[in-house]
């Protein structure tokens, strides 16, 4: 079956603009994940949802971050005034359930770039 | 949060060898630990993962030990081939949350 999709594939866009990043998950599944990812590092966990609610959002790094999943299942990360160090890529992963754990799958990730 | 430390960061190995990979973590109280593969441009791929009350678990050509009491896990693949060159990461959980680590890049010699 269809796995986590994410759109764009790439983003470039210029300091202090404003950029959208979406993410489809796995069909039913109910939880989602949003994870940033730096050149030659491992996934750093952004945010959680459970359904359409932000139940953990710990790993935002400040309040130029907002995500949304208004019907529980399409997500949106936000990003405003966007900087040179919010370049990376930005994943997606989603589970059957949540509360707990369960195998988390990944998309193909937004590669963006900010010049 | 978890600190998880991943070695060694680069693997070469002869085609039909094998690689281990190990993985140690700092929270006792983590419980899931997954192997993720990731080929260059795409996504982190979940290819095995264990839960503490199991020691070792096997899938083909992969496998994936646990040692709670020291911390520290390890992959193993066996019989390499080339489509195994790869980064992988370790990742570890006692929740919803997933702590990686840094990466070892594989590469398999033909």
């Known amino acids: 079956g269809a796995g986590v999709s994410q759109t764009p594939s790439n983003k470039v866009t210029e300091k202090g603009k404003y950029v959208e990043l979406r993410c489809d998950p796995i069909s039913g599944h109910t939880a989602l994940y949003w994870y940033r990812q730096s050149l030659g590092q491992g996934p750093e966990f952004l945010i959680y949802f459970q359904g359409t609610g932000a139940a953990d959002d710990s790993g935002l790094p400040n309040d130029r971050f907002f995500a949304v999943r208004p019907e529980g299942s399409v997500s949106t990360l936000k990003i405003q005034r966007t900087e040179r160090g919010d370049s990376a890529v930005y994943l997606c992963?989603?589970?059957?359930?949540?509360?707990?754990?369960?195998?988390?799958?990944f998309g193909p990730g937004t590669r963006l770039t900010v010049t | 949060g978890e600190n998880v430390e991943q070695h060694p960061s680069t693997l070469s190995v002869q085609e039909g060898d094998s690689a281990v990979i190990k993985c140690t973590y700092s929270d006792s109280a983590s419980n899931y630990f997954p192997w993720y593969k990731q080929e260059l441009g795409k996504g982190p791929q979940l290819i095995i993962d264990i839960r503490s009350n199991v020691g070792e678990k096997k899938d083909q050509r992969i496998a994936v030990t646990l040692n709670k009491t020291a911390k520290h896990f390890s992959l193993h693949i066996t019989e390499t081939q080339p489509e195994d060159s790869a980064v992988y990461f370790c990742a570890v959980s006692n929740d919803y949350k997933l702590s990686f680590g840094a990466g070892t890049t594989v590469t398999v010699r033909a």
């Open positions: 992963a989603s589970s059957s359930h949540g509360g707990g754990v369960y195998e988390q799958y």
